[in-house]
């Protein structure tokens, strides 16, 4: 810390948002009508915070760390741990407000320590809308997590996102594309010592791993379904222009968030030196993840991963290790996917041949440019 003070003073400041009635009113505008009074009070706290610190000596403002689909599961856990450390303000952005509002309540999130911002993943203009938002808030950006995620195993058909891509793909990977893409500039303006990009990956998309040799497999193909739009009209639904599965839609979507990390990092880590990682969480097995899942499975599968596999992991702390991918001081580094050995130490875990397919890639992120509008 004291070598961060030396040599970045302008993050060691009191924030520069949230002052007086100008920063209420830009808050205001991101939050919405209905719930103002009780987070204009909120946002005073961070500020009160550091102040009081500076008093003694120089101390590194609060972090501001975005993180989708912070309504439940991992995403919520990793909300309550950052925001309980008092060195991050959380962003939850979730498509449902009141549910992420009770959720972060009934955690015991404080007042103050949090914002909820819409964001729906479904729609390209939410996620534009979002950015718009968060801009509008005033707040710096220094990390981002993409973490929000669907899995539908037992869909018989697919469905499809406002845009028209298939849900699975289009909000786990398109509409987290779009958004870490246009909020990457908000990043590389950020003053913090330590800014990261996270995307959520899992075992599943590995088909190095037992767990990712359980059928139906991950595989992108050629991705000719992808190219084709993705829409079940003119092309397949399906990355590799295949039928409809929905547990493969979602471990393609995995193998996606993966492949994108990756070429985050090739494309922008030096430029900005902004750390880009994913990371397989553990099995969370209680999580709404599984909520379309039959119940049998739903009812079997904790006590599965807990008793047989011992791959379970309880969302407390999976929570406590996605927070230690955004601001653990040792874990910096870009490019990596991070899992956790049985004593819940973390390691640089090794993905399989496709999910680490630079070729492939470079390929998915020129057709998810244009898939988002980014590209013509
Ligand atoms: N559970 C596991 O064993 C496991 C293992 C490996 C990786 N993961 C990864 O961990 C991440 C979190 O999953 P989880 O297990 O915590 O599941 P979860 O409890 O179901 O959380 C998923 C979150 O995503 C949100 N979401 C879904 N669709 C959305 C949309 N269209 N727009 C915005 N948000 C949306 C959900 O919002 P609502 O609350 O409104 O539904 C929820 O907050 C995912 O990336 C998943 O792939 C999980």
Known sequence: MALQASILPSALSHRKEGKGSNGVLKESAFLGG???????AGIQLPVLRCQASLQGKKVLRQGVVVITGASSGLGLATA???AESGK???VMACRDFLKAEKAAKAAGMAKGSYTIA???LASLDSVRQFVDAFRRSGRPLDVLVCNAAIYRPT??????TADGYEMSVGVNHLGHFLL????????????YPSRRLIIVGSITGNTNTLAGNVPPKAGLGDLRGLAGGLDGRSSSAMIDGGEFDGAKAYKDSKICNMLTMQEFHRRFHEETGIAFASLYPGCIA?????????????????????FITKGFVSEEESGKRLAQVVSDPSLTKSGVYWSWNKDSASFENQLSEEASDAAKAKKVWEISEKLVGLTD
């Open 155 to 160: 869909a018989r058909k697919p469905t499809y």
């Open 180 to 191: 870490a893409n246009l909020l990457l500039d908000d990043m590389k303006q950020s003053d």
């Open 34 to 40: 209905s719930v103002l009074g009780h987070h204009m």
């Open 80 to 82: 309550k741990s950052l």
């Open 118 to 120: 819409h964001l729906d």
């Open 286 to 306: 209680t999580t709404g993840l599984f909520r379309e899942h039959v119940p049998l499975f739903r009812l079997l599968f904790p006590p599965f991963q807990k």
């Open 88 to 90: 991050w303000h959380v």
